[in-house]
């Protein structure tokens, strides 16, 4: 049973679907719509998820040629290298927390004004993961410690979406969907950075190409030479023999160029899988939001935003690369844990915060804001460094932002506070949403009686 739920939990395809039949029941549409419904919008996931799995094990060459190529070395902040260690530990408690705070995420968006759906499976598994853990240091323990990480879990689940939410939905124009995705520190930096210093006006997805070209307009085009140029450069660059490992014995340059079209295939992939999904959730979620949830919005994975400015998804990714390579520069100068930018937290982070940032700033606020992104992805993991280290989960740290913050935070309350702490965490979390669903309810009243 437990393993059935872990599973199930760790396909969002699955889970994605089964929240679109859902709907579709709800709206009580015809047997032949609900079957091609919930069967479009998993298989649209499918074709996201293999385009995100083209882009990551790309990447994943990428990131040790470049390694090699600009001689450095230190700890590569990755999500999965340390829930690996963790569920090692906690795999059971990790599989009852997913399911329990899936279910603190429905209730809250039940009976709160925070209607947000948290439907990124791996990122629940992730985060469930680093809860596990710092709790049972704490003192936690069973049925305490599943119960605590649920509500912590199902609260995340929901001020993540909503923190990003007012610059997603510049993005999209309506609350149709929005962000499941733990950077939401980040995100919304980057869009408040992009905002100041940018101009809205001058958006990445104008930029003047000259006629001659013209090609460049075509984003696939422009991915494939941006990707093009940063392989061979960086695989030529790199150590002979790494790269003769990497390729299998295949020459250089011929690696270099079809790993690049890989990446750009991958890239086509996510955009066409997310195009189909989102045909078929956004009208499904209507009968969730009628008859379970009322105004129920979909938390969806961070590259559901990238069609909508697809320029931005490269300018966010080189600019956030440049800005976690400057943090590893300053990371021994002041005192803190080397930390080698990773690739792919570099690209779906900044790729997304790319498409934010535009929103909020145009081109020289995408610049900025996602310099800033790179900074602050390849930093944040050195303070969570050491509290794992404590753990036994030496050398390994989250590579996004909000698990950072969160085991920060909740870790040190615990310290500082023990067990009270962490239940008066749980108070205040409560506190503040039922304020802001106060707020929210007075408000439509004074503009109802308007």
Same mark, same amino acid.
């Given at each position: 049973?437990?393993?059935?739920?872990?599973?199930?939990?760790?396909?969002?395809?699955?889970?994605?679907?089964?929240?679109a039949l859902i709907g579709l029941i709800a709206l009580k549409k015809p047997v032949s719509k609900i079957v091609t419904g919930t069967f479009k919008t998993i298989i649209g996931f499918?074709?996201?998820?293999?385009?995100?799995?083209?882009?990551?094990?790309?990447?994943?060459?990428?990131?040790?040629?470049?390694?090699?190529?600009?001689?450095?070395?230190?700890?590569?902040?990755?999500?999965?290298?340390?829930?690996?260690?963790?569920?090692?530990?906690?795999?059971?408690?990790?599989?009852?927390?997913?399911?329990?705070?899936?279910?603190?995420?429905?209730?809250?968006?039940?009976?709160?004004?925070?209607?947000?759906?948290?439907?990124?499976?791996?990122?629940?598994?992730?985060?469930?993961?680093?809860?596990?853990?710092?709790?049972?240091?704490?003192?936690?323990?069973?049925?305490?410690?599943?119960?605590?990480?649920?509500?912590?879990?199902?609260?995340?689940?929901?001020?993540?979406?909503?923190?990003?939410?007012?610059?997603?939905?510049?993005?999209?124009?309506?609350?149709?969907?929005?962000?499941?995705?733990?950077?939401?520190?980040?995100?919304?930096?980057?869009?408040?950075?992009?905002?100041?210093?940018?101009?809205?006006?001058?958006?990445?997805?104008?930029?003047?190409?000259?006629?001659?070209?013209?090609?460049?307009?075509?984003?696939?085009?422009?991915?494939?030479?941006?990707?093009?140029?940063?392989?061979?450069?960086?695989?030529?660059?790199?150590?002979?023999?790494?790269?003769?490992?990497?390729?299998?014995?295949?020459?250089?340059?011929?690696?270099?160029?079809?790993?690049?079209?890989?990446?750009?295939?991958?890239?086509?992939?996510?955009?066409?899988?997310?195009?189909?999904?989102?045909?078929?959730?956004?009208?499904?979620?209507?009968?969730?939001?009628?008859?379970?949830?009322?105004?129920?919005?979909?938390?969806?994975?961070?590259?559901?935003?990238?069609?909508?400015?697809?320029?931005?998804?490269?300018?966010?990714?080189? %600019?956030?690369? +440049? #800005? /976690?390579?400057?943090?590893? &520069?300053?990371?021994?100068?002041? $005192? !803190?844990?080397?930390?080698?930018? *990773?690739?792919?937290? %570099?690209?779906? +982070? #900044? /790729?997304?915060?790319?498409? &934010?940032?535009?929103?909020?700033? $145009? !081109?020289?606020?995408?610049?900025? *804001?996602?310099?800033?992104?790179?900074?602050?992805?390849?930093?944040?993991?050195?303070?969570?460094?050491?509290?794992? $280290?404590?753990?036994?989960?030496?050398?390994?740290?989250?590579?996004?932002?909000?698990?950072?913050?969160?085991?920060?935070?909740?870790?040190?309350?615990?310290?500082?506070?023990?067990?009270?702490?962490?239940?008066?965490?749980?108070?205040?979390?409560?506190?503040?949403?039922?304020?802001?669903?106060?707020?929210?309810?007075?408000?439509?009243?004074?503009?109802?009686?308007?």
């Open positions: 049973m437990i393993n059935f739920i872990v599973s199930f939990l760790d396909q969002p395809a699955i889970v994605v679907g089964i929240m499918i074709i996201f998820q293999l385009g995100s799995t083209a882009i990551s094990d790309n990447l994943n060459i990428l990131g040790p040629a470049f390694q090699s190529a600009f001689h450095i070395q230190g700890v590569v902040p990755t999500n999965e290298a340390v829930i690996a260690l963790v569920q090692k530990n906690f795999g059971t408690e990790m599989a009852l927390i997913m399911a329990f705070g899936f279910i603190v995420n429905i209730l809250i968006a039940r009976f709160t004004s925070l209607k947000y759906i948290f439907l990124t499976g791996h990122h629940m598994l992730f985060m469930a993961g680093l809860l596990a853990a710092i709790l049972s240091v704490l003192g936690f323990k069973g049925p305490e410690l599943i119960v605590v990480a649920s509500l912590l879990l199902g609260a995340a689940m929901v001020i993540t979406p909503a923190m990003v939410q007012p610059f997603y939905k510049k993005v999209t124009g309506s609350d149709s969907i929005a962000m499941g995705h733990f950077n939401g520190l980040t995100y919304s930096i980057t869009a408040l950075v992009s905002k100041l210093v940018g101009n809205k006006e001058h958006s990445t997805e104008d930029i003047y190409v000259p006629e001659g070209l013209s090609f460049f307009k075509d984003n696939v085009i422009s991915t494939a030479l941006v990707m093009l140029i940063l392989f061979v450069l960086t695989l030529h660059l790199a150590d002979t023999t790494l790269v003769t490992k990497l390729s299998g014995g295949t020459d250089i340059t011929v690696f270099a160029i079809m790993s690049a079209f890989r990446f750009t295939a991958g890239f086509v992939m996510v955009l066409q899988g997310v195009r189909m999904m989102l045909a078929e959730i956004v009208p499904a979620f209507k009968g969730i939001s009628e008859k379970l949830v009322p105004n129920a919005v979909p938390a969806l994975d961070c590259p559901v935003i990238f069609p909508f400015a697809p320029n931005a998804v490269i300018i966010g990714f080189i %600019a956030s690369l +440049v #800005g /976690a390579i400057v943090s590893f &520069l300053i990371l021994p100068v002041v $005192g !803190l844990p080397v930390l080698i930018p *990773g690739l792919i937290p %570099a690209f779906f +982070v #900044g /790729a997304a915060a790319g498409v &934010l940032a535009n929103a909020q700033g $145009g !081109l020289r606020g995408t610049v900025v *804001g996602c310099f800033v992104n790179g900074l602050i992805i390849n930093t944040i993991p050195a303070f969570l460094l050491p509290l794992l $280290g404590g753990l036994g989960y030496a050398n390994s740290t989250f590579g996004d932002s909000d698990f950072c913050l969160d085991g920060i935070v909740v870790g040190n309350i615990g310290k500082v506070f023990s067990k009270a702490g962490i239940y008066g965490l749980i108070v205040i979390i409560a506190i503040v949403f039922i304020g802001i669903t106060i707020g929210s309810k007075a408000k439509g009243q004074k503009q109802a009686d308007a």
